[in-house]
């Protein structure tokens, strides 16, 4: 696990010299990639999301592509298109941004519901078919899809069904007073992005994503993992807990978690500390709670405190 | 097979129950231990299979679901059964019975050369002789009580204290597994003891023990009662709590009998004092209760002769038949050699402690007295003579006769203070202008001691002197010395006229009373006197035999009858010489009453009406030694050690605790050694977790072992606040977070530690262990400071304003 350990420590330590302070973000976007999910991040704008999502494309040194969506967009400006050439006389495929390896889908709650469906049915297929074709994305495949909370003016927010498919949801937030003026004298001359190194290849990241399926989970860590995500369902500020499918991310995040650190195991810490991430985005508020102006943030703390952790005997006091 | 039996027992049987058992035996222990005291032929042998018996069958009512009376009717009717079968040897004669019998189906099955069948019957004739036995002298005792007559006997007294004993035990054991209510147990065990520890002054230390015993029953138990509670209502308990509790039970019930055994004013007379005055009233000093008869003697007045009531006893009575222990209660040493054996004068050895003078015709009591104290060495009462001489005797007394001034002879001075109590002048109050006239009329003194050296005074005057004196008395005298009730009848003046008619001189007359009761056989196995009776008259015409004091009454009142002043005189007479040591034991059986006669010019002569005094065998003392009498201190070392030894008890229990706390780590840390690494890993962890909540860090279920870590670092950090304190805990930090590594692993991951780890991790939980309990303590003197700190400063602000 240190090879886990040493490659993502070098990734998140090269995008941050783009991204300043923003350390646990980082992290969680590049767990994203080796636990082969996708990113949503959820922030204002201007606070660095595409910088983000290229500076890890340029670590990576994959190909990068960027859809700006809107609400005329049409599922085929994603996708792509057969297009008729008239010189060979053949319909010819002409790739849409998704085929790329690091994708960015700014803005995504503008896109029409049909557009997203799109989006989000690549993300998970990790292919596009047209006319018929298949057409395979290369991998490593993640898409960092960003969406605004504040604008709720012509948007059309991500179905439930969608939003399950992201790995974990990440906020950016705005920097620090040090960070942000670190961020004005960095950018004086050039942006930093220009001298970014790629730090790691494609075939590693591969490698990586399938050594961290043998990370190790003690039987009484799933139970914890299970008991949180059942107790999503229950609260009773809560009108639509986690799925299945959270229990999954939030075990496989763990898992990854660890294997950045280096352990071949997971810990309660690590399953503590990726809750939010994984399982936020999955949780709908019932009415009154939202009234109250409760957020999932402050659920799912009341939740950790609930549950007990495992380890060792002594809960048994 | 076995094994299963014994786990299955093992899992019925916990290690609580056992604690119980062995809390209540302890209590129950010290109730037979004060029986065997004081009641004449019991036996804890015999007694203790009894109590263990009705403990186990009570626990077994407590635990089935039978109803109180079926319980009282089944331990009624086990216990009259048993108890006699127990007392009277039937058990063990069954069982040899039931051996020979199963020897002798063998030999006849297998025809082998075994058992005769006349041996068979010759067991079950010792079963039939043993269980008549026990009948015979139980319906005897029993005829006897209803026809008006209290004889001794041994079998009977086992059998109904050994009920009693059974029923208390059986009651106690099921009261507290049934109702978890061991203090009604506890009530009537402790209320028998006192009672009898009341007629027996030694041994209150029973009743410490029973004390602790009970207070750690009764703690465990409600804990236990509380805990069941909790069980069922579902709130989880923390061992952690229980644990505390017990430690806090134990700890206070072993503080609290400390204390009790160490503060003297807590003792068994201040307990009984109360019980007495409650059962007999308040004893009035020098005022006869004339409706306490010897006649109908109870069943503890039997036993002593004496009543240790609040001091001195003011009254004695007669025919309610002595103790003849033969346990030895006094040392009697004379320092000087010149009196070895032969040399000392009988007189010598004839140790007084009261003398009575008024006569009620069941016994004797004292006119009122006052109380003078007397320094160390300061001469009670002037007491030069030429017919007497000074002896000096070193004293030692057992805790059963503590308190009483005994001397051969009156008493000249003491090596230390002592009260005498004079009586006083007829008609007249105590002061100080009629004490000369009262001088020499000496109830019995006492001393705060049980061992002291005494000068006292012994007739040496010969018999041609005594003859020379003449029957002229002061007033005093005449009045107190010379009255006889008027119940006496006519027949017993007649006959004292009678015996000393042909007497020429008062010294005569004395002698030929002396030797005319000497005629009568002595005798101990007597029923009490009928009530209605002048016991002269009785001794002297219709019984014609008893024991001294009949003797001395008879003599009393036959001297007084001719017109000699006498009185009785209560103590010790005789005892065993102890040729290796120079000594003289003096038992229990030695206990005597005699006569003193008044000659003009002379004073107080004693006198011995009693027959046979020899009868009393002084070969067969029991030894050993009551404890305080086993060495013979020096007075002023003796006097020295009756201080409390706070410092020796301090320095034991500080000793006791490094020790125990040594040994407790040491075992602790031999346990560790023993478990793999993982599991040692956790067990670290566990008590990790409790020092944290000793350093007052909260109890979060959601904590992970890393949250967990960082708080008690965090905390360690925090105490650590002078360089030095720093230097001494910072150490405590690295150690906490390898602990938790090993933790975390322990717990999550899926291979095993690597066993080598042990040796290292206990070194580091030794360390580790000592930082945190200094750590523990700064953070609870910090915590008591900032306490009185902040007190401190409210008051300085309310002074203020």
Redesign the interface.
Known sequence: MNKVKELTTNLVQNIETVIVGKRRAIQLVVLGLICEGHVLIEDVPGVGKTMLARSLAQSLNCSFSRIQCTPDMLPSDITGVDIYDQTSGLFKFLPGPILNQVVLADEINRATPKTQSALLEAMQERQVTISGTAHQIPKPFILLATQNPIEYEGTFPLPEAQLDRFMVKVKLGYPGLTEEMDVISDQMLVHPIESLQEVTSSDQILEVQDRIKEV?I?E??KKYIVEIVQETRTAESVYLGASPRGSLALARASQAWAAMYGR??????DV?LLTEATLGHRIILSSSARLQELRTGDLIREI?????????????? | MIATFLTSLRKKISLSVLIYFLLIFIILSSVLQAIELVIRGTSVEVLRPLVIYGMILGWLFGRSKLKKGVVFLLSSIIGIIFTPLHVGGVGSAVWNFIQAGIRFLWSSIFKTAGIDVNELNFLGAVIQSRIMDVAGNFSNWITNLFSGYTIYNQVSTLILWGLLMWFLAVWFSWITRKQYQPLWGLIPAAILLAILLTYTLEKRILLVFMLGAGLILIGLINQEEKILEWRRRGISI???LKEKITVTVVGLSIGIMLIAGIIPSISINAISDPIERWLYGEPEPGEFDGEFSGGEASFNNSIYTVERFAGLPRQKLIGTGPELAKRVVMIVKFPNNSFVRSEIPNAGRYWRAYSYDQYTGTGWQSSPTSEVSYKPGQEIADFQSEYFNIITQEIRLSNALRGTLYSAGLPVTLDQEVLVSWRLHPGGESNEEQSAEFVNDLFAGTQDSIQYQVRSLIPTVNDENLRLSVPEYPEWIRSRYLALPETVPDRVLGLAAEIVANQPTSYDQAKAIETFLRSYPYTLALPAPPSDRDVADYFLFDLQTGYCDYYATSMVVLARAVGLPARVVVGYVGGQLDEENNHYLVSEADAHTWVEIYFSGFGWIPFEPTAALNLIDDQELSLPLPPELEQLPQTAELIEKRAIPVLEIGVGVFVLIIVGAWFSNWTDIKRLQQINMSALA?TL??RL?RYGRWLGLG?Q???????FDNKIKGKIRNIADSPWKEKQLIGAVTEIGQLTEY??Y?????DSLDQKLVANTIVLWKKLRVRLRYAIWISFWKGFMEKVFRVNQDENVNANQ
């Open positions: 190790f003690a009484s860590i071949n195991f997971v810990i309660p810490d503590k950790l405190r609930k549950i007990p952790v495992p380890g060792g005997d002594y809960h048994s006091e | 923390a061992d952690r956790l962890y566990l977790y109890h279920r959601s904590d992970t072992l890393y949250e933790a975390v322990a717990n999550f991951c899926e």
